[in-house]
């Protein structure tokens, strides 16, 4: 028996070294928030061992995108158009919905050209694992929305961000709000918590797989990953609406052969006459100081699109904030982070869903505190 364990730990150490497991790098402030989180946050105590066959960031992209996106069993229960200020149309896809109003709501914020389709095995997994519910916020012309107004901006518009959640707000009143930014959603999420600091209506946020700077993360893009986006970004915002931007510079962004070259033709798109006018209003970095709620940020450092040099030149500033714990990986791709022989499974997800539920428990076990102090102050 003693000698078949040894064989069985000998196995099992042979597949962690062969599929890259280790544990993750965590960065904070050792006063802040997540000194008293990450003890009791069991997944990042533990290694995170890829997938043995998916160790390889390229394989882990492929296989979610030719085959596991399209095996997730999830019907929304509504997708819900929002008409904003300027007229412009926006969405909301809803996932439990009938949940009672006191239970949380997860407001995610979608990649560069997501979907309710695509986001669906994010969706799934942080309802599976929290029994929350899930807001997911469509940006215009994604999803199928129709372009009511000739204006799209790829990294996403606080002001319409805010609308949505003012939305969010009216429908489920009594219900706390957590916030999930994924790949270039989490651009859109750093930037509208920058800009209402204190008064965000977040209880915890989380950016899975950020890129930092947009004025460089677009350049650092694997060059095939950055063409095959490109081409997406035409198919998707620019083809079935050639007419409409005939105004534009449509012929110098046709040009485009890459994320950054896509970035800085299409800026009159957004309703920008420059592009240091677009940045500093898009550019989450310009922001990130503002930030007052607890946010956990996750990088796989083999991730081919958001790399990990990205987050170099402000690692140790975001570690000094008392709020924010930055967490590495050595594996993990783009926003995928497989684990399980068989049955794949986002190992990241399972983190979201883990601090999200601790910090609601923290959240509560203040509350009967500070009431039973202000009942002995009254007294």
């Known amino acids: 028996m003693f000698r078949l364990q040894q064989l069985n730990q000998r196995l099992v150490s042979y597949i962690e070294q062969w599929a890259g497991a280790a544990k993750p790098h965590l960065a904070y402030h050792p006063q802040g928030i997540f ?36 095996r997730i069993r999830l019907h929304y229960d ?30 995610i914020m979608h990649t560069l050209t997501g979907t309710p389709e695509s986001m669906r095995e994010l969706v799934h997994d942080l309802h599976h694992y929290t029994g929350w519910r899930i807001a997911l916020c469509l940006r215009r012309g994604h999803g199928k929305l129709p372009l009511t107004v000739p204006k799209i901006n790829i990294l996403g518009s606080s002001d319409d961000l805010a609308e949505q959640i003012e939305h969010i707000q009216r429908l489920y009143p009594r219900s ?19 800009e209402v600091g204190k008064n965000a209506p977040f209880k915890a946020a989380f950016a899975l797989s950020p890129g930092y700077d ?7 893009v694997h060059p095939v990953y950055s063409k095959l986006m490109t081409k997406k970004l035409f198919k998707v915002f ?26 800085q033709a299409y800026i009159e798109m957004a309703g920008f006459q420059d592009y240091q006018s677009y940045a500093q209003a898009v550019n989450p970095i310009y922001v990130m100081q503002d930030i007052q709620i607890p946010l956990m940020v996750l990088n796989a450092e083999d991730d081919p699109i958001c ?46 869903a883990d601090y999200f539920r601790h910090y609601a428990h923290l ?9 039973g102090f202000l009942k002995i102050e009254m007294a």
């Open 35 to 70: 000194a008293q989180l990450v003890p009791e946050l069991t997944y990042l105590q533990k290694k995170y061992c890829p997938t043995l066959w998916l160790a390889n960031p390229h394989a882990q992209m492929l296989y979610f995108d030719l085959f596991k996106r399209h």
């Open 78 to 107: 509504a997708i819900e158009q929002l008409t904003m200020q300027d007229g412009g149309t926006t969405g909301i896809a809803w996932y439990g919905q009938k949940l009672s109003a006191t239970t949380p709501t997860i407001v």
């Open 176 to 194: 706390d709000l957590y916030a999930v930014g994924s790949s270039a959603g989490t651009g859109l999420l750093v930037r509208y918590l920058g």
């Open 214 to 220: 947009s004025e460089q993360g677009f350049a650092r």
């Open 238 to 263: 620019i083809q079935p609406y050639s007419s409409t931007w005939q105004w534009t510079n449509l012929e110098q962004l046709l040009k485009a052969k890459s994320l950054a070259e896509f970035e």
């Open 307 to 352: 790399r990990i040099d990205n987050l170099m030149p402000y690692k140790q500033k975001l570690a000094n904030m008392p709020n924010i714990l930055i967490v590495t990986t050595a594996k993990g791709s783009h926003c995928i982070f497989y684990q399980g022989l068989t049955r794949t499974q986002s190992w990241a997800s399972r983190v979201i």
């Open 363 to 371: 959240e509560q076990t203040k509350k009967p505190r500070q009431a």
